[in-house]
């Protein structure tokens, strides 16, 4: 029987910046495969994280391992499997398009050129225009471009959808999800686009002032948290052990979101009068105040 | 290797602009410094000048900080800290840009220009000297390393550069508490060792332990740590240095004469003032006579130290010398033969204290013995001139009074780390050669001596440097050709003469 080496492992990561903890013993382990969104508000963490990963930062405490890497040791054989996109990413942008991915590919030595192709047709790039003179969003797909090719085993994207138009993000969230389902790429993305990524994300882990806030499979947790709308229920009259699990939030919306993180058939079966609505990862969010800006 | 190759075709292709810009100047110097038409002191030739000057401290240092800022270890948000490159092959790629572009350029072009100026025996000095060179381009590209934007790094030089002044004034006032510098220094060279040889060693101590912190730097990217190695750096360069403070050792057996060349010191002779907000300053030669059977014409000295001792008190103080290696100068002492030598300064107050005083004058001096190899006779008129060696020489400007004949020259001398004679900071010396000249009548064969003034040198430059021919009539310049010799030392000497009770005018 194989072990599989988890694309991501990390043990205790800290990282103190002065006073602040900008990462607080963060343990995480990301299997191949698995697509995992990284939420947080700015100055969570989430950064951080990737610039330990990746040993641009040095910790203060613990450790972390890529593809089975120890991140202090990183080297270009494992760099060669790990892709990481950011929107501060600082680009050579005296280059055009044409030269930025020809240069990049100068350092894969299993480069695939016919996804080149076509990446650059589906995102509509022109090659022979210079970085600098590029928008964010096509800078970003040029970033895309200039990683996807290299076949990584593990994706570390920071807020990749900025800046790209409907059909762009469309195109990226598809791109991910066959990847990670049919290549085994392991992704870890963070994003305020919570709606771009629900749809890609196998797995959810929402860092808060550094700490793990919550860490679960997407699924599970949309699968938890249902709502209803308060002219539909008198929550005086619910029974006073289902009140313990149903939580009240005033709501720009609605007069009053009522929501529970504590789904089951059981539950509901337990207030045969109540119909139970799916949420999305927006509104779970928005109804346990867990800001992403 | 493919990956360093491939970060250098990279930057090759960035700083494109940089490379023909060098080649260019490279160009340009080589017919400023490699012929006569751009050797003459023109205008155009002035521009030109100005502008390779320009390029070469100005563009060379941009160029430097920007390539390795291109690939900046200081910025987390660089595209290139995730890719695998390897930092080493990044390291390597950006000193073959240094080696190859910024110094190997310039190289080049010197070693072009000795070709030119019959000096081919030279070309691999220009080349050796990048390793001299690149003792401190390592350095920079290390502050470079850890800065984002040129304005940064200069933000930075200013603060380190900061930091070293008042760290060595604050260890050299300590050391000075300490009684560390006043006789045996702690170093762990022979006293003996030649400047060179010193200059070598620590050029070597500083470029191993440069490259040290570099690759340490672009391994691990702690910058602490790589700083704390200039500790060491530091230590050792201290510690490679001569035992003894003094490397010239005097002879301090001979005092009225010098041995050999019974050369006397007899007198001094007011050569001049100077005024400045202190006062008048007053210069004096001195005056000495030699064995008639000595050449003097083959004799150079320089007077390297000087002090005035009134006798009967504690005033005891070295006085200001001037002047460099020079020829004596004819002159008289009460009806005799002697010869005149620039020797010091007296400042008002000191010359307060040793006026209508009976004083004690000790010179120290360098008397070298020389001998003239003739190189080549040239007509004398503008433009003419000749080569030798690596250095070019020819006739800018031409002055002749009913007394006196000038023939100014500008001249471009060769002067390369590593190289022999490359130590000798001697401002008199043109280049590693000095030169002297005489008029030579074409027809009658009849020499005329020319007293020479060179110019200053110190690096390969292009300095001015005028021919004095003091004539007993005047004379047709068409008449003559110039010959020049090569002055070589035979021997030198440092020797300390003392004149007792000598009231100075």
């Known amino acids: 029987m194989s072990v599989v080496t988890p694309a991501i492992a990390t043990r205790g990561l800290t990282k103190v910046f002065g006073s602040v903890r900008a990462l607080d013993g963060l343990d995480l382990e990301v299997p191949p495969g698995e697509v995992l969104a990284l939420l947080g508000a700015n ?101 895309v471009t200039s990683v996807l090719p290299a076949h990584p ?21 598809y791109l991910l999800r066959n990847l990670a389902k049919e290549d085994g790429l392991a992704t870890v993305i963070t994003t305020h686009d919570v709606e771009e990524v629900e749809p890609v994300a196998s797995r959810i882990l929402i860092l808060d002032k550094g700490r793990k806030r919550i860490d679960e499979q997407l699924a599970a947790y949309l699968a938890r948290h249902r709502y209803v709308d308060l002219h539909e229920l008198a929550y005086e009259a619910l029974p006073e052990a289902a009140r313990g699990k149903i939580h009240r939030k005033a709501s720009l919306t609605e007069p009053e979101l009522i929501f529970t993180d504590q789904y089951s058939p059981e539950f509901e079966s337990d207030m045969a009068d109540v119909t139970f609505r799916p949420m999305t990862l927006r509104q779970i969010l928005t109804a346990h105040a867990i800001s992403l800006l | 290797m493919s990956q360093v190759l491939h970060i250098l075709r990279k930057d090759l292709l960035r700083y494109r602009w940089a490379w023909i810009t060098l080649l260019a100047v490279g160009g340009v110097k080589l017919y400023l410094l490699g012929t006569y038409a751009g050797l003459m002191d023109d205008e155009f030739n002035t521009i030109l000048r100005f502008l390779v000057g320009v390029v070469d401290t100005v563009l060379l240092g941009v160029i430097a900080v920007m390539v390795v800022q291109e690939e900046s270890l200081g910025d987390p ?62 350095w920079v590209i290390f502050l470079a390393a850890q800065t984002r934007s040129f304005p940064r790094f200069l933000l930075r030089l200013f603060i380190v550069g900061l930091v070293f002044v008042l760290a060595s004034i604050s260890l050299t006032y300590l050391a000075d508490k300490a009684d560390l510098l006043d006789d045996d220094w702690f170093g762990l060279l022979p006293h003996d060792m030649d400047a060179s040889t010193v200059g070598l060693l620590q050029k070597g101590w500083w470029l191993a332990m440069g490259l040290t912190v570099l690759v340490v730097y672009y391994q691990t990217r702690r910058l602490r740590i790589a700083w704390l190695l200039l500790l060491p750096t530091l230590i050792g360069s201290i510690l490679l240095t001569p035992n003894s403070d003094y490397q010239i050792h005097y002879d301090y057996e001979s005092e009225s004469a010098l041995r050999d060349l019974d050369l006397k010191l007899v007198g001094f002779e007011n050569a001049g003032y100077t005024v400045d907000d202190s006062g008048e300053w007053r210069s004096y030669s001195a005056i000495f006579t030699v064995d008639d059977a000595v050449n003097v014409d083959k004799l150079l000295i320089r007077v390297s130290s000087a002090s005035a001792y009134k006798a009967g008190t504690v005033e005891d103080g070295y006085i200001e010398v001037m002047g460099g290696l020079s020829q004596p100068r004819k002159t008289t002492y009460k009806g005799q033969k ?44 503008k433009s003419s001139g000749f080569v030798h060696d690596g250095s070019r020489h020819v006739i800018t400007d031409i002055n002749s009074h009913q007394d006196e004949l000038t023939i100014r ?55 001015s440097i005028g021919v004095r021919v003091p004539l007993a009539r005047e004379i047709s310049v068409s008449d003559y050709d110039l010959a020049v010799y090569k002055q070589s030392t035979d021997s030198s000497q440092f020797e300390r003469l003392s004149l007792y009770d000598y009231v100075i005018e």
């Open chain 1, 43 to 143: 100055g969570s963490g989430k950064s951080t994280t990737f610039r330990l990963l990746l040993n641009i930062y040095h910790p203060t405490s613990g450790v972390s391992a890529l593809l089975g890497c120890p991140s202090r040791k990183l080297n270009t054989d494992c760099l060669q499997h790990v892709g990481y996109i950011s929107e501060g990413q600082r680009l050579p942008l005296w280059m055009t398009v044409a030269q930025y991915i020809d240069y990049c590919a100068g350092f894969y030595p299993q480069w695939d050129d016919g996804m080149v192709g076509q990446l650059v047709k589906a995102f509509g790039l022109p090659m022979d225009g210079k970085l600098k003179h590029l928008s964010r969003g096509q800078r970003m797909k040029a970033a």
């Open chain 1, 153 to 173: 085993k593990l994706l570390l994207l920071d807020e990749p959808f900025s800046g790209l138009d409907v059909e762009t993000r469309a195109q990226l969230s």
């Open chain 2, 77 to 138: 948000d660089a595209y290139w800290l995730s890719r695998p490159f390897s930092r080493i092959g990044l390291l390597v790629a950006k000193l073959l840009f240094f080696c190859l572009i910024i110094l190997g350029i310039h190289a080049l072009a010197e070693s072009i220009v000795l070709i030119m100026n019959d000096g081919p025996r030279r070309v691999i000095f220009p080349f050796l000297a990048i390793i001299g060179g690149l003792a401190f381009w390592v």
């Open chain 2, 338 to 381: 002697a010869y005149a030598i620039d020797a010091f300064y007296l400042s008002p107050d000191q010359y307060a204290v040793v006026k209508d005083k009976a004083v004690d004058y000790t010179l120290q001096m360098n008397v070298q013995t020389t001998q003239d190899t003739e190189l080549v006779r040239i007509p004398i008129r």
């Open chain 2, 409 to 463: 020259f500008h001249t471009y001398s060769a002067t390369f780390l590593f190289e022999d004679g490359s130590d000798m900071f001697d401002v008199d010396y043109v280049g590693i050669t000095r030169l002297n000249y005489a008029l030579i009548n074409r027809n009658t064969g009849k020499i005329i001596g020319a007293n020479s003034y060179p110019g200053f040198t110190g690096f390969s430059s292009t300095t």
